[in-house]
């Protein structure tokens, strides 16, 4: 079918459409690749960061709950012998 005989597609054609897109800047590429994927600028690096150490606080905490030996296995103290980052 053709533009003409389509007015929703015509409209389409007509609009400009703009992609949001970051440059690559310092050490920053996984901030960039989620912000072009959301296409806004969304994730800044102090919000990554924060997201992170959510992330480790929930890995300790699950950790810390498990049956394999919990506060005193192992794994949990290499863990938090390591520290965040």
């Known amino acids: 079918r053709s533009a003409a005989a389509n007015p929703s597609h015509r409209r389409v054609m007509s609009e400009h459409i703009w992609i949001y897109h970051e440059r690559q800047e310092a050490q920053l590429c996984g901030q960039h690749a989620l912000n072009n994927l959301v296409q806004a600028c969304s994730f800044s690096p102090h919000s990554l960061a ?21 506060t005193r296995s192992k794994d949990y103290l290499a863990r938090v012998g390591e520290g965040s980052g």
């Open 50 to 70: 924060e997201i992170a150490h959510q992330l480790d606080e929930m890995e300790l905490n699950f950790m810390a709950q498990n049956s394999e030996g919990g």
